[in-house]
Nanobody, 112 residues
């Protein structure tokens, strides 16, 4: 089984950057696509983006396109979410998921 742990969340001002990490452990050889989601206060969970197993293809929600970049280091079994030019509406709990397994999430707060 796969276990996922997100880290890197915090408090930033609008326009600044954060990088989240999602470290996988366990049966990592079975992991293919890795996805990022977020849940803003009082809202439904929202898809942020995903990256294929090779790391060559990543897709993004329109709300983050051009500002967020997903990458992965398969040697470290870790995926990353680089968030630039952040906005207050990026505030929420960010989750990574793979193989229908979810991490516990990491809180991101962006002040205006």
């Amino acid at each position: 089984q796969v276990h996922l742990v997100e880290s890197g969340g915090g408090f930033v001002q609008a326009g600044h950057s954060l990088r989240l990490s999602c470290a996988a452990s366990g049966d990592t050889s079975t992991i293919s696509t890795m996805r990022w989601f977020r849940r803003a206060p009082g809202k439904e969970r929202e898809f942020v983006g995903h990256i294929t197993s090779s790391g060559r293809i990543a897709t993004y929600a329109d709300s983050v396109k051009g500002r967020f970049t997903i990458s992965r280091d398969n040697a470290k079994n870790t995926a990353y979410l680089q968030m630039n030019n952040m906005k207050p509406e990026d505030t929420g709990v960010y989750y990574c998921t793979a193989n229908n397994i979810w991490g516990q999430g990491t809180q991101v707060t962006v002040s205006s």
